[in-house]
């Protein structure tokens, strides 16, 4: 079965609205996440690295004011859209491991903002 | 700095036929090579990883990938592609065994015709 969660799936949001994405691990505590982003026939871009209890390391180019990332629990991580627009429509991806097991990805959640 | 490239954007081939997605990588320290299987509005699924142990590697679905150092490639062969094969195929590389931060080819779309 999943071993990480992400939720929603799907989310539709007007421009200027924050959408928030959250990536569960169900069986293991998540020491590290991490975020992708998939543009439409594109391949997944590392967006960010997040470790429990501490800040996340954005790749160069990613916006830490506009993609916050939180995560404050060692099974839950957050990233949160802030005042999204039609360009940050997109296909973004978790993936989650402890330093025992190997790197799980949650399913997607496919964001349109129109 | 890591790279990986996929030739070839779109693969098609018949039910039946041997299926090879190819995969060249630039490292600057040994690599650590994954395929990755996406199917439509799903996360990513790991198929199979190199991780400096037997060149070549078995993975899951009848997959597997031989690692050949003098060609820096991560070919990806089924000898027999089932319609269920189709799907999104990603190649990444890190410099670590645990799979964090990996960098994705762009990606290969394998179409198989019955």
């Known amino acids: 079965g999943a071993v990480v969660s992400q939720h929603p799936s799907r989310v539709i949001c007007k421009s200027g609205t924050s959408v928030k994405i959250e990536c569960r691990s169900l069986d293991f505590q998540a020491t590290t996440m991490f975020w992708y982003r998939q543009f439409p026939k594109q391949s997944l871009m590392l967006m960010a690295t997040s470790n429990e209890g501490s800040k996340a390391t954005y790749e160069q180019g990613v916006e830490k004011d506009k993609f916050l990332i939180n995560h404050a629990s060692l099974t839950l991580s957050t990233l949160t859209v802030t005042s999204a627009h039609p360009e940050d429509s997109s296909f973004y991806i978790c993936s989650a491991r402890d330093n025992h097991s190997p790197l799980h990805f949650g399913n997607g959640t496919r964001l349109t903002v129109t | ?61 009848g997959f ?36 964090n931060m990996l960098t994705f080819g762009g990606g290969t779309r394998l179409m198989v015709k019955p």
Request: with cysteine; glycine share 6%; net charge neutral.
């Open chain 2, 64 to 99: 597997e990938a031989e690692f050949k150092k003098s060609e820096t490639s991560f070919h990806l062969t089924k000898p027999s592609a089932h319609m269920s094969d189709a799907a999104e195929y990603f190649c990444a590389v890190t410099n670590n065994n645990a799979g």
């Open chain 2, 1 to 61: 700095a890591q790279s990986v490239t996929q030739l070839g954007s779109h693969v098609s081939v018949s039910e039946g036929a041997l299926v090879l997605l190819r995969c060249n990588y630039s490292s600057s320290v040994p690599p650590y090579l994954f395929w990755y299987v996406q199917y439509p509005n799903q996360g990513l699924q790991l198929l199979l990883k190199y991780t400096s142990a037997a060149t070549l590697v078995k993975g899951i679905n």
